[in-house]
């Protein structure tokens, strides 16, 4: 795989030092993303879904220890220069956070702001970025982008910010996406709109992303792959449809679960999971997802599993008692 | 004839709401909020309220409660006046209505410890003797699921989003109220815990014999704990009706436009992406007529000509306008 893919995680451990002791934050996480590729990484809050995107960014806090490897268009990010590394960030490596605010200036214009970034990568004059920069706040649905240019991001609703992000993300054609969350603080009918957006230009431009989110249904019918994330490790990894339709994780199926059905009737209690993931400065024996699994046996408690293969090598999870083959296992 | 405007008034309402109109002056102009909304909802029933961030629901739940007095219109509760009630008598009603809202760790005060938060509305309500707040504390915090002596003594920054929420709901309970509004409580929350919370809220209704008015945004969510939905756009309503008809048949383009846009966890269903691209336009000069107008596919002359009424298409199921999908 690694050969031919465009991002390759290999062994990504992220550490925080905390005044309550050392924090896992991504936990030898190993991920590849093929040019024009879609990955969704699903997980709870706090499961590591944003360090690893941090990691892979090279934007860690400064306190924060990284190991393993981050390959990224033949180029291993841990050994280029901050120079180097910011040059690639505006250009062929994009990110689109969940607050655009991270994102914008606020004292700047919208213009400026996207005005800057194409100059800064590419060999525009004024009257060409300026040219562009409606070109791309037309194609990111935004209405009247003439005078949106003088406007400051204050003055648009959050919805309208988050595609002046993703103009702004996209403004310099990257190889690869990175949208962390881009909908969670949006209304639904936003969300469908940001995420066919993206959708639509990852298509266009024939573009690699990584979609993070908390919510299954987000990444089902916009990704290739998923990556399910808990405690800091991927727990289960499998195309798309197979991950839907032969999920092995309880977690995963967890996850699915506790989503509430539009074909439920009103006030069927929602199998919600029970308590909360495990706190990442503690040592944890044994499978981290136990203390809330319903299927955990003696051996969850005392062994870590690793990940292994499903049917395909595409498919991977981590757990001794897998849907499907669990009853052979109580055997 | 056509404009068989509000139910009539039923003998179960435990609230309703008559024409309520809530404006905001900005500098010269004014924000039309809420325009003329009427609603009931009977005892025992969750009505939820769903629409766009913007469409007017918290402020609709804040003028319920009277937090914000309402320019016109009129809410009675239990058959009394609220909007005409002042002082004393409103501040006892108060004790009966309470509301619960989106940002639980933003609307727990930081420095209080969680059990003198949780007290508060006790000691408000004129609760003197100590040693009953605190019986009625560690009731209520049990009652959500929190293990009260462990909490009591800690301050809000120790908890996660979800079991502030579950503080913020034990604080609403506490006074052991008969309404509630949920201002999207479970928003802010992710996906395992936002289920833990709903479950909560439905086990809470049932106990303490609750009536609520449930605000969201998504969809899913209110169709999880509502015998009946009310769905709101730029400050008006365009439907209401009991949750399985509305999501079974939708009769306004905008519910339909809701319900498309709830993401599927299904890979198979592809996102339709017929979603029209653009925003509500701004409730400072909202549109003539019917105010959807300006994203509907539906629209014609009339639509900007003539404001629809809410009328019946079906048993309990109401619509407002001109050309409904039913
Ligand atoms: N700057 C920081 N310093 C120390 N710990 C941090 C920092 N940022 C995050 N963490 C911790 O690292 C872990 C992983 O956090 P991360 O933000 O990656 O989670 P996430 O999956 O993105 O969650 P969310 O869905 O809430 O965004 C969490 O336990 C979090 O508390
Ligand atoms: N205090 C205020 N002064 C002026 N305008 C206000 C005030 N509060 C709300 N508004 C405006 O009134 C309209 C309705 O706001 P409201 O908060 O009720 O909407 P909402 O449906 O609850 O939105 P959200 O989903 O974002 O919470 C919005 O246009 C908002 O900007
Ligand atoms: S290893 Fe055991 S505890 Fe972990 S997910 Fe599998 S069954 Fe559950
Ligand atoms: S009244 Fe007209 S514009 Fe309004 S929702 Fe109906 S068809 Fe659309
Ligand atoms: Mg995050
Ligand atoms: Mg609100």
């Known amino acids: ?331 | 004839m056509m404009l068989q405007s509000v139910p009539s008034i039923s003998p179960g309402a435990l609230l309703k709401v008559d024409d309520l109109v809530v404006e905001y002056p900005v500098g010269s102009k004014i924000v039309h909020a809420v325009s003329g909304v009427s609603l009931q909802i009977a005892r025992g029933e969750t009505l939820g309220l769903v629409g766009e961030s913007g469409c007017g629901k918290s402020t609709l739940g804040r003028a319920v409660l009277q937090l914000r007095r309402p320019t016109a219109g009129r809410v009675s509760f239990d058959g009394q006046d609220l909007t005409a009630m002042h002082g004393e008598a409103l501040r006892r009603m108060r004790q009966r209505v309470q509301l619960i809202f989106q940002d639980p760790i933003a609307s727990l005060n930081p420095r209080r410890r969680i059990g003198d938060i949780v007290a508060e509305p006790l000691v408000i309500a004129g609760v003197k003797d100590p040693e009953k707040r605190k019986q009625l504390v560690y009731e209520v915090l049990a009652a959500v699921g929190l293990d009260p002596n462990l909490v009591v003594g800690r301050l809000p920054h120790e908890f996660s989003g979800g079991q502030c929420q579950r503080i913020c709901i034990a604080r609403a309970l506490v006074l052991n109220p008969e309404f509630i509004v949920c201002d999207e409580p479970v928003s802010a929350l992710d996906v395992s815990i936002r289920a833990q919370i709903l479950n909560l809220l439905e086990e809470m209704k049932g106990r303490f014999g609750l009536t609520l008015l449930f605000i969201a945004h998504d969809l899913a969510v209110v169709k999880a704990v509502s015998d009946r939905v009310a769905v709101m756009y730029l400050g008006r309503l365009c439907e209401v009706g009991p949750s399985e008809q509305l999501f079974a048949h939708p009769a306004h383009p905008y519910t339909a436009l809701l319900i498309e846009a709830i993401p599927v966890p299904d890979p198979d269903v592809r996102p339709t992406e017929t979603v029209p691209i653009g925003e509500p336009p701004s409730p400072i000069a909202p549109p003539s007529g019917c105010r959807f107008r300006t994203r509907c596919p539906r629209a014609d002359q009339r639509c900007s000509d003539e404001m629809p009424e809410l009328r019946a298409v079906a048993p309990g199921q109401l619509v407002a306008c001109h050309h409904p999908l039913i």
């Open chain 1, 1 to 331: 795989m690694t050969g031919n893919s465009l991002l390759s995680v290999e062994d990504v451990t992220v550490n925080l030092p905390t005044p309550r002791g050392n924090l896992r934050a991504v936990d030898h996480v190993d991920l590849t993303v093929g040019a024009g590729r879609t990955l969704g990484v699903v997980g709870e809050s706090g499961c590591g879904k944003t360090m690893l995107s941090r990691a892979i960014l090279q934007l860690l806090p400064k306190k924060a220890k990284l190991s393993g490897r981050v390959m990224f268009d033949g180029q291993d990010l841990l050994k280029l220069s901050p120079e180097k590394l910011r040059q690639l960030r505006g250009r062929s490596l994009a990110v689109v956070f969940q607050d655009p605010m991270t994102s914008l200036n606020p004292v700047l214009t919208i213009g400026t702001q996207l005005i800057e970034t194409l100059q800064e990568h590419l060999e525009l004059d004024d009257a060409a970025a300026t040219r562009r920069s409606v070109e791309l706040l037309a194609a990111v649905g935004i209405p009247a982008p003439e005078q949106r240019l003088a406007q400051y991001p204050h003055q648009l609703s959050g919805g309208m910010r988050q595609r002046v992000a993703i103009a702004i993300a996209l403004s310099c054609e990257p190889k690869l996406l990175i949208a962390d969350e881009p909908t969670t603080a949006l209304d639904v009918t936003i969300q469908a709109q940001i995420l066919d957006l993206l959708a639509r230009e990852q298509r266009r431009r024939h573009m690699a992303m990584i979609i993070i989110t908390h919510d299954l249904g987000v990444v089902a019918g916009r990704t290739d792959e998923v990556a399910v994330m808990y405690a800091g490790r991927v727990v289960e990894r499998a195309p798309t449809p197979d991950l839907f339709k032969k999920m092995r994780m309880p977690y995963t199926e967890a996850l699915l679960a506790a989503l509430p059905r539009l074909d439920a009737a009103p006030h069927t209690p929602l199998p919600a999971i029970s308590g909360r993931p495990p706190d990442p400065t503690r040592p944890l024996r044994g499978c981290s997802f136990s203390p809330r699994c319903r299927y955990a046996l003696a051996r969850c408690q005392a062994e870590k599993p690793a990940l292994e293969a499903a049917e395909t090598s595409a498919h991977t999870f981590a757990c001794f008692h897998p849907i499907e083959t669990r009853a052979d296992a109580n055997a």
